[in-house]
């Protein structure tokens, strides 16, 4: 036995070591697999709670054949050029996830667009649109949120408050006192409707049916009238390609001063 280690002699008691740091490793395994789940889930939290992407709605008025009001320019090439520079410029942000109501060239009814925008729960939703009047000196811009009574009235109104304030600093010319106004569909004996567009400063409710791409929204939503195809000066201000731009802007302006009011009233 000369020359030989005494431990080699001890087997049983080495290999009862052995088994005691495998016994012992498991605690610390599970310990640290809860923690990793813990820090995973505390960060989908944070994720989902605070940096999840806004779901912005964008309606581009009319489309396929039904071409909308038409004048220097037919109204849906104006919707259709704007809502695709909006797009790019929210997909652009980061911060935002775009929903289309409908691709272009699509003819699709206003119930289906809404129906769509229902599933799809946006943050957001803007309907581009463009007026349009027999006489050709009628001009300007104006947007319409859900109007007084609907759940979403008082964020839609603010909503729009900050959508036609980006357009006046882009050079629109507001119609009314604040570019801002509601829209009623009035039905008379015959059982025909009429529209009805009153001031934002009315805040009277009104048991009339509104605009269908503002209906059963539970988000802020809004209709902008972008502005008159049938006036010269405002097409060339906001009905060419530089103007849907510029008006796009003005758009992507509004929906992050009011996001970022919103995030502060949070904080």
């Not at 005691?20 to 889930?41: E, H, M, S």
């Not at 272009?104 to 667009?113: A, M």
């Not at 947007?143 to 008082?154: L, R």
Request: glycine share 10%; net charge positive.
């Amino acid at each position: 036995m000369k020359g030989k280690n005494w431990r080699e002699y001890e087997p049983q008691r080495i290999k009862k070591k052995r088994r005691r740091r495998r016994k012992g490793g498991l605690p610390i395994k599970l310990i640290l697999l809860i923690f990793l789940f813990a820090v995973g889930y505390a960060g989908f939290e944070i994720y989902f709670h605070f940096s999840k992407p806004y779901i912005i709605g964008l309606d581009a008025g009319h489309g396929g054949v039904d071409t909308g009001a038409v004048g220097i320019i037919e109204e849906v090439a104006l919707t259709e050029k704007t809502t695709a520079k909006l797009a790019e410029l929210l997909e652009a942000d980061g911060r935002f996830r775009v929903v289309l109501s409908r691709k272009d060239s699509e003819d699709k009814t206003v119930t289906d667009r809404n129906k769509l925008f229902q599933r799809a729960k946006p943050d957001l939703v803007l309907s581009i649109h463009a007026n349009s009047g027999e006489d050709a000196s009628a001009y300007g811009f104006e947007c319409y949120p859900s109007p007084p009574g609907k759940k979403n009235y008082e964020r839609s109104l603010a909503f729009a408050q900050y959508i036609a304030m980006e357009m006046k600093v882009a050079g629109a010319r507001l119609r009314g006192p604040d570019g801002v106004r509601f829209g009623y569909y009035v039905p008379d004996e015959t059982g025909n409707t009429s529209k009805l567009l009153i001031d934002s400063t009315d805040t009277q409710v009104y048991d009339y049916d509104t605009f269908g791409m503002l209906k059963n929204m539970t988000c802020p939503a809004v209709l902008v009238e972008q502005c008159f195809v049938t006036n010269e000066q405002d097409v060339k201000d906001f009905g060419t390609e530089e103007g849907c731009a510029k008006a796009a802007q003005a758009y992507y302006q509004g929906i992050c001063q009011y996001l970022s009011t919103l995030e502060k009233g949070k904080s």
